[in-house]
Structures are given as structure tokens and as C-alpha cells.
Antibody, heavy 124, light 110 residues
Framework: QVQLQESGPGLVKPSQTLSLTCTVSGGSIRSGGYFWNWLRQRPGQGLEYIGY???????YYSPSLRSLVTISVDTSKNQFSLRLNSVTAADTAVYYC????????????????WGPGALVTVTS | QSVLTQPPSVSAAPGQKVTISCSGS????????LSWYQQLPGTAPKLLIYETNKRPSGIPDRFSASKSGTSATLGITGLQTGDEADYYCGTWDSSLSAVVFGGGTKLTVL
């Protein structure tokens, strides 16, 4: 059973960079076959997709966040990370990492294993 | 404003059936696969349906889904109090080149 766990600071100041790491267990990012994703959920709101990374380092970012987001992978640690630049209060959210569907399938955009989520609050 | 439209809330009695709709357009639901998620209070979303109508291992057959044109429906039969949750639909939007979700539907089991 694949398990994911987010970690990182729970408080970030406005204009600074939000950084989170997702540690994967029960499965190897390096083995390929799946996209590894970040999503977020603002308080009381719905789900918002941020982007994914493949074990090769190939990435996709949501157009709405593309200029601010970087997702990276460390296969030696079985981790992938999110960096969101120039945050504002609107970036306050629970951030989830999740495994996507099989990468060779056109239907890859579903998420079958999720971390419990990490609340990040942007405040001065 | 979400790209996919869901009713804010639905309700039904225990043991009954409920349906949750998800409406979109030809660039998303009309041409791509759909997924559905259940989010219990204070927890991460859980995949209920993928590739429009397939259930992952461990999801009971009380949950089913279908699609017609630019709309999709999640059905839940034999409602239980434990089914009280928010439900989200999601898909790919070919025009936006983005993963999109509905705004979520809160299910109340009366």
C-alpha cells in the first residue's frame, strides 16, 4: 500500500517561498509508471490542482500557477517537493501530495493515494 | 468559480439512493475521463471512481458513476450515516490544458 506524507513549515510570511516535501513509502518513485502530484484546498473551498512530476524530472504545472511553482524530485530519498514563490494570504491552504494514475494512460489525471495534508498559513 | 458545476448540497435518508451531478462542457467532461472523490470531514479526499465508471479496489458497489454528453452523475445506494461527506468530480480540460474539479457537493444523510 502506497503511503504519502507531507512535511514542511506551517507558517510562511507574505512574499516568501512556501516549501513542502512529500515522502513516499510502500512504493518507489524511481520505478516509474506514475505521476506524483500536488494539490491544495483553501479553507472551506474545493480542490485545486497544482502540478506533477515524473521520476525523470519531467513536470507539468497548472497554467494558473505555472509562473510561481516548482516541483522537484529526489529519487534517492523517495521524495518530491513543492516550492511556491511570492505567496500571499490567498495561498493559505491545506496542501496535499498524491499519486496520479498510470503515466502511460490518457486518463492519468485521477489521484488514488493521498497524503493527510499539510496546512500552510501565510501570515506576517 | 469552478469549471465543473456541482450542486452545493444533497440529502437523503439512510438506506435510500442519492445522485450527485457534475456538469461541464465539451472540452472537459464531454471528451475526457472523470473521477470522483469522497472527502470526510477533516480528512484527505478518497478516490471513489476513476476513468468515469471504474471503482478502485475496496470501494463498495454502492458507489457507481456514469457520463452522458457533458454531464456526469455519481450514484450512492443504501445510504449510511458514514457516507456524509463532501464529494468532488474532476477531469482534464483540453482547452485549458488543466486538471479541473467541481466545487463539491455536501451530502447529508438525514
Amino acid at each position: 500500500q502506497v503511503q504519502l506524507q507531507e512535511s514542511g513549515p506551517g507558517l510562511v510570511k507574505p512574499s516568501q517561498t512556501l516549501s513542502l516535501t512529500c515522502t513516499v513509502s510502500g512504493g518507489s518513485i524511481r520505478s516509474g509508471g506514475y505521476f506524483w502530484n500536488w494539490l491544495r484546498q483553501r479553507p472551506g473551498q474545493g480542490l485545486e490542482y497544482i502540478g506533477y512530476i515524473y521520476y525523470t524530472g519531467s513536470t507539468y504545472y497548472s497554467p494558473s500557477l505555472r509562473s510561481l511553482v516548482t516541483i522537484s524530485v529526489d529519487t534517492s530519498k523517495n521524495q518530491f517537493s513543492l516550492r511556491l514563490n511570492s505567496v500571499t494570504a490567498a495561498d493559505t491552504a491545506v496542501y496535499y501530495c498524491a499519486r496520479g494514475g498510470e503515466s502511460h494512460r490518457l486518463s492519468w489525471y485521477y489521484f488514488d493515494f493521498w497524503g493527510p495534508g499539510a496546512l500552510v498559513t501565510v501570515t506576517s | 468559480q469552478s469549471v465543473l458545476t456541482q450542486p452545493p448540497s444533497v440529502s437523503a435518508a439512510p438506506g435510500q439512493k442519492v445522485t450527485i451531478s457534475c456538469s461541464g462542457s465539451s472540452s472537459n467532461i464531454g471528451s475526457n475521463f472523470l473521477s470522483w472523490y469522497q472527502q470526510l470531514p477533516g480528512t484527505a479526499p478518497k478516490l471513489l471512481i476513476y476513468e468515469t465508471n471504474k471503482r478502485p479496489s475496496g470501494i463498495p458497489d454502492r458507489f457507481s458513476a456514469s457520463k452522458s454528453g457533458t454531464s456526469a452523475t455519481l450514484g450512492i445506494t443504501g445510504l449510511q450515516t458514514g457516507d456524509e461527506a463532501d464529494y468532488y468530480c474532476g477531469t482534464w480540460d483540453s482547452s485549458l490544458s488543466a486538471v479541473v474539479f467541481g466545487g463539491g457537493t455536501k451530502l447529508t444523510v438525514l
